[in-house]
């Protein structure tokens, strides 16, 4: 057979052979393994430059792309990751990422900015060796120039449609996550964990975010398991396990001189053991204006908490503000249905509101508290209810 002759067969395997190419690279995503960059993988050399040198490739890649961290533990400073990249990326975290101990004055560890189409999944934890950073906090007396900047563990600041599935943090040494500016973030799966003493290590902390929602994981921290402060909307948290730490909170709002607000907070199905708080808003006392509206906590279980369900609006940690003065954010549209479980004090239910609380609903309620100082007891100041139903114990009337 002659050289010109390529048979009908061969064109048909040739074109057959192109489509499968085609194929492949629009749904494999091209792998950047961390390791063929020169990743050391000892956990004492810093491996921060080689992961950023697999990112910066990953994201010009022109097909979907993966930065791979295999199995393995990999020391690193600052991994500040920036998009816009030219198509999705994905985090594949298997191993674990361990930051320096003494990170003090720098406020991010491992950053995603700028990212629209962002998955981080795998098994791996991101380990914020936390420790050296707890004993140095002096957070409480920041005011007065005390030392508090610490890098949070992993932050997303101005990423849209992004999962982050799998993966644990640990011992961060301020809060775990933090979402900033970002829009449709699930959250499913994840494992967040510090001792109950660690100071500030919040566990999803949410700002000026929408469309987050939080789902079937577990969070035991030093400070609030999820916290939602201003400029957040619909958010929803379902399947969250939570404690120690000190529950899930709206604020605190109110202390900057900007008009503050959150708008649609759902949290469903989630268990509170241990915790200094269950569900609670926290509004600082003579602060800015601003509002907190449509919020439902509902089938939920309480396991030995010190406050199950809190509005306080004269929130007011270290003593450091003016309580002659109310609260000026408004508090509206809020359902506490289907909550059971066990105080560990009698402050069992507190609604403090200011202004007051509009559209408050109560429904099947049932929080007991055994103690010898008991028995369980109800606050409910300024709360305008429009309903209560089923309320053990009772509670402030219509
Ligand atoms: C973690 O994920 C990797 C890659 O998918 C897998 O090989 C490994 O077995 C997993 N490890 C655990 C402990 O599940
Ligand atoms: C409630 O949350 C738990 C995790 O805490 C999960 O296993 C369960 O499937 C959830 N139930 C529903 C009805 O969503
Ligand atoms: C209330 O918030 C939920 C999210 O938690 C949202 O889905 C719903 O649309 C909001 N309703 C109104 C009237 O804004
Ligand atoms: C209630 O009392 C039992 C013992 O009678 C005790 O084990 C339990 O911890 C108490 N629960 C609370 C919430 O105080």
Redesign the pocket.
């Known amino acids: 057979m002659g050289m010109g002759s390529i048979t009908i067969v061969q064109k048909i395997s040739f074109f057959l052979f192109l489509l499968a190419c085609i194929k492949n690279v629009s749904s494999q995503p091209v792998v950047f393994n961390v390791m063929n960059f020169g990743a050391k993988a000892d956990g004492k050399t810093d491996d921060a430059k080689v992961i950023l040198r697999a990112w910066t490739q990953a994201c010009r890649s022109v097909a979907q792309s993966t930065v791979l961290i295999p199995h393995g533990t990999y020391l690193a400073g600052p991994i500040l990751m920036n998009g816009p990249c030219k198509n999705k990326i994905t985090f594949q975290l298997d191993g674990t990422v361990k930051a320096p101990s003494d990170m003090f004055g720098k406020t991010d560890w491992v950053l995603f900015k700028y990212i629209n189409g962002l998955t981080v999944s795998g098994n791996g934890t991101f380990d914020g060796q936390g420790a050296l950073a707890w004993s140095q906090n002096q957070c409480s007396k920041k005011e007065k120039g005390g030392k508090c900047t610490f890098p949070i563990s992993l932050r997303l600041n101005f990423v849209t449609d992004a999962t982050i599935t799998g993966i644990s943090s640990i011992d961060s040494k301020i809060a775990h996550m933090n979402i900033f500016a970002s829009n449709n973030i699930k959250l499913q799966n994840i494992k967040i964990s510090a001792p109950a003493k660690s100071l500030n290590t919040n566990g999803i902390h949410i700002s000026a975010s929408g469309g987050v929602h939080i789902s079937d994981s577990a969070i035991a921290t030093g400070d609030d398991c999820v916290s939602i402060i201003t400029g957040s909307k619909?958010?929803?948290i379902t399947g969250v396990t939570c404690g120690p730490g000190h529950g899930i909170s709206i604020g605190s709002m109110g202390k900057s001189k900007q008009f503050e607000t959150v708008?649609?907070?759902?949290v469903k199905n989630c268990t509170f053991t241990d915790t200094d708080n269950g569900v609670r808003i926290k509004t600082w006392p003579a602060g800015s204006a601003g509002s907190v509206s449509?919020?439902?906590f509902e089938d939920i279980i309480m396991d030995n908490v010190k406050n199950p369900i809190v509005i306080d609006q004269e929130y007011c940690p270290y003593k450091l503000c003016n309580k002659q003065a109310p609260s000026r954010i408004k508090i509206s549209d809020v359902a506490f249905k289907n909550i059971r479980g066990t105080s560990a004090t009698k402050e069992v239910l507190t609604l403090k509101c200011g202004m007051p609380c509009e559209g408050v609903e109560l429904s099947d309620i049932n929080l007991r508290y055994n103690g010898t100082d008991g028995p369980a007891t109800s606050i409910c100041s300024n709360v305008n209810l429009i309903l209560a139903r089923n309320v053990f114990p009772p509670t402030c009337t219509i």
């Open positions: 619909n958010v929803q708008a649609g907070v759902t449509n919020l439902t």
